[in-house]
């Protein structure tokens, strides 16, 4: 093939999660820079759209701000992401990219994830595609860790036997996987440590001296948060979220606005896997807490990293006088470069498998 190869992705991009839409644009930059013709597949579900809509607006964490939130988020697939065309709602309108692309990639994100917020959709396994005319791969696909795709197999199983090569985020969902096909599928690094963000433009949003919250803390958890970045003299930004007692509540801020806030912060407080990523994809500060559903998500990342802070079960330890939530960077990069380069390696193979 002497012509760009074309590229098709399909993931959860456009819904109003930082992580979900930031690694599919991650993805689709570092598909590009290898020469190929990206497309973000403009698959978008109602059922989950409606999930959404209901957890910003009618749920415990709704506010006025979602809807600045969301503009901003529309804004920044419009302008940043490589559409397919205009939004696709009904499974059987993607027949008609049925041999459009040359490759086809579903993930990253928890694309074989089935909860309240997501019902079983064989599009994620790409079905769609013609294998006859389209090579089929995932990229850091998971099943998260409350899916167990064995469990459907009888729908699983075949949809994944047509696959040309399957890379997914992580160990539990590669077991599923290799339990299913019979082959053991690669473990490849999140989509956002593919690409460099030192060549995006995040310049500050307000003064230093600041906490950057990205967590969702009950009265008592920020009280102990409040009284530790008071004795350092940092005001307390809620980045994505809110509390009556922060200083600023940037309940409505998109992707640019989020990565902005982090890339900046004296310090990050976060129970999110994609909030402890970008803070260590920036260096800074890190004070990592858990929320049980996300442990091992938080402990993978981390261990990954060379582990350079602890996962912490609260906030107690913020309080902790003296400590300091900074690391080694050049730790952190050492233990992540091999990871990543196996990654880009991966990738790499797969456009020239379709180039040959």
């Not at 109003?16 to 570092?30: D, M």
């Not at 027949?95 to 959709?121: I, P, Q």
């Not at 197999?153 to 599923?176: C, N, Y």
Request: charged share 20%.
């Amino acid at each position: 093939m002497t012509t760009a190869p074309k590229v098709g992705i399909i993931t959860f991009h456009d819904t109003p999660n930082y992580g979900a839409t930031l690694q599919c644009y991650a993805l689709s930059r570092y598909l590009a820079s290898l020469g190929a013709e990206v497309e973000v597949i403009n698959y978008s579900p109602p059922y989950t759209t409606l999930q959404y809509a209901k957890s910003l607006f009618l749920g415990r964490r709704r506010g006025l701000g979602n809807l600045t939130r969301v503009s901003l988020f529309l804004r920044f697939i419009a302008e940043r992401l490589h559409l397919s065309g205009p939004s696709i709602r009904r499974r059987e309108a993607l027949r008609t990219l049925a041999n459009r692309y040359d490759l086809a990639v579903t993930g990253s994100d928890e694309v074989w994830k089935v909860d309240h917020m997501r019902r079983f959709d064989p599009s994620f396994y790409l079905d769609f595609c013609d294998p006859r005319t389209t090579r089929i791969i995932s990229y850091a696909a998971s099943a998260s860790m409350v899916t167990d795709l064995t469990q459907r197999a009888a729908d699983v199983q075949p949809l994944l036997m047509r696959f040309s090569a399957i890379a997914v985020r992580d160990p539990e969902t590669g077991g599923q996987v290799e339990a299913l096909t019979g082959v053991t599928p690669e473990l490849v690094v999140d989509p956002t440590l593919l690409w460099d963000w030192s060549l995006e433009d995040l310049p500050p949003m307000r003064p230093a001296g600041y906490v950057a919250v990205y967590s969702w803390l009950n009265d008592s958890e920020f009280a102990v948060l409040r009284r530790a970045a008071d004795a350092r003299g940092l005001a307390v930004v809620c980045v994505g979220c809110r509390h009556r007692l922060a200083d600023e509540n940037r309940l409505g801020v998109g992707p640019t606005e989020w990565l902005r806030l982090l890339k900046h912060a004296d310090l990050v407080v976060t129970n999110f896997f994609h909030g402890v990523v970008f803070t260590l994809l920036f260096g800074r500060p890190l004070y990592a807490h858990v929320d049980g559903a996300k442990r091992r998500k938080l402990e993978r990342i981390l261990t990954l990293a060379g582990k350079p802070q602890p996962l912490h079960d609260g906030l107690d330890a913020i309080e902790v006088a003296g400590a300091d939530w900074s690391y080694d960077t050049a730790r952190v990069t050492a233990a992540l470069t091999p990871l990543v380069t196996v990654s880009k390696t991966w990738l790499q193979s797969q456009i020239a498998a379709v180039r040959a």
